[in-house]
């Protein structure tokens, strides 16, 4: 004879359970309007159309329910059935997504094996407690040695890249990459071109790279749900990554697309426009995502975020607010990107906030040396080409004019070439020496 446990009467209960359907009263640009469900804001519902399509609740009101699709409305009209799927987006973590390729909601599209047997969380996380967070005082490497030496990184830091279009954010990222000391990298392509990520994937990352990574892809034709949802999905990945106790990298590109596609729902869902045309929502929405990295007791996520800054301007608004949010940003410069200097990392205006906390004495010593013979040429750098400097004018500027080669070459790293953090310091202290 059957015992009917707690459990397996409640699962009787849920089979025999009607399904409630509601409808579609409205479609609009970006967003539907949903009548006769019940649901929570954040939850997702499935419209039955020709194709069925999930939208994901973001409005409640005595008019209905005001849901984002996360995919195609091709085919949709007013009257459609819908249900609620019963709670918000979730998706599967684990191992097993070690070398994946995903697209913004968690589902491969690598052709690879499926994902159903892992373990499903939901997507929104709560960052940690602001005193449980351990401090930061352990450098991790890179494998840049622009960066490791003059913006040095620790682990559980965030730090924004910032330049404008076409200087070498992707490419700087993908060195990351392949030359960091993390357990594991998570990438999130986000508002991509479609042509840039196999390219990304297959010869920037490459097998090496891609076999400790995770990738998540929402290019820029994806509704902007799903792009927005790609920061938070990579983010949620790395986040159990860091309570299995791991040290993870999440690098983000780019998080200026990121608040675009917050941008296009605010307005859709009515929002009134503030800075540049970014509604409020956008300025809620960057700490909620940038806190989520960092330490905790478990682990540290390392964060990594490029800001398309908009006509190389760094003061345009999701720059300032990344800066004032992030602990530390790097600086490319069109200048030396045009000049073949690659990476094209202006290291006198980049900054790192955890410097004194995870670098020697020594080390930084060296650094400053660095840094002050970089300053002293660029401010007789005119006068050089004129022919108008008097050597000995600054002891400063000629030590930077008789080791200009070398510092280049320090400075310069092919795409292929990765350089120990124990290394770079060395080879700093050689050069300063």
């Not at 034709?221 to 792009?227: F, K």
């Not at 970089?374 to 400097?389: C, D, F, M, T």
Request: hydrophobic content about 45%.
């Amino acid at each position: 004879m059957t015992t009917f446990t707690p459990e397996l009467r409640q699962r009787a209960h849920e089979a025999v359970r009607p399904v409630r359907l509601g409808r579609v009263a409205e479609l609009m640009a970006l967003h539907l309007r949903v009548v006769g469900v019940s649901a929570a804001v954040g939850d997702l519902v499935e419209v039955r159309g020709p194709v069925p399509v999930l939208a994901e609740v973001a409005a409640s009101g005595a008019a209905g329910l005001v849901c984002l699709p996360l995919g195609d409305t091709s085919g949709l009209r007013v009257g459609d059935p819908v249900h609620h799927t019963g709670g918000p987006l979730r998706i599967g973590v684990g191992e097993a997504l070690r070398g994946r390729v995903l697209d913004g909601l968690g589902r491969p599209v690598d052709g690879g094996p499926s994902l159903a047997g892992l373990e499903r969380v939901v997507v929104d996380h709560p960052a940690p407690a602001a005193l449980s967070r351990p401090r930061i005082d352990h450098q991790v490497g890179l494998g840049v040695r622009a960066l490791d030496a003059l913006t040095p990184c620790g682990r559980g830091q965030r730090i924004g890249i910032m330049a404008g279009s076409g200087v070498g954010k992707s490419s700087l990222l993908s060195m990351v990459a392949r030359g960091t000391e993390a357990e594991i990298s998570v990438i999130a392509l986000v508002g991509e071109r479609g042509r840039e990520v196999r390219e990304f994937i297959e010869n920037d990352l490459g097998p090496e790279g891609l076999a400790h990574s995770v990738v998540v892809v929402a290019t820029s034709d994806a509704p902007p749900v799903e792009r927005l949802r790609a920061a938070f999905v990579a983010t949620r990945i790395a986040e159990w990554f860091r309570e299995s106790g791991r040290h993870v990298v999440l690098m983000m590109d780019s998080l200026t697309r990121v608040a675009m596609a917050q941008r296009e729902i605010g307005l859709s869902a009515g929002e009134p426009p503030a800075t540049r045309g970014y509604p409020p929502s956008v300025f809620a929405l960057l700490p909620r995502l940038l806190e989520r990295a960092g330490t905790s007791p478990e682990g540290s996520i390392t964060g990594l975020y490029t800001v398309l800054v908009e006509g190389d301007d760094l003061h345009d608004p999701i720059g300032d607010t990344a800066r004032s949010i992030l602990d530390g940003h790097v600086v490319l410069s069109r200048r030396l990107a045009t000049a073949g200097h690659f990476p094209s990392i202006d290291v006198l205006e980049s900054i790192s906030r955890v410097t004194s906390a995870v670098t020697t004495p020594e080390q930084r010593a060296a650094a400053v040396r660095l840094r002050r013979m970089l300053a002293a040429h660029r401010s007789v750098r005119e006068l050089v080409e004129i022919g108008a400097y008097v050597p000995g004018a600054d002891a400063d500027a000629d030590a930077a004019l008789s080791l200009l080669p070398q510092i280049d070459a320090f400075l310069q790293q092919s795409m292929d070439e990765t350089t120990p953090v124990a290394e770079t310091w060395q080879r700093l202290r050689e050069l300063v020496a």
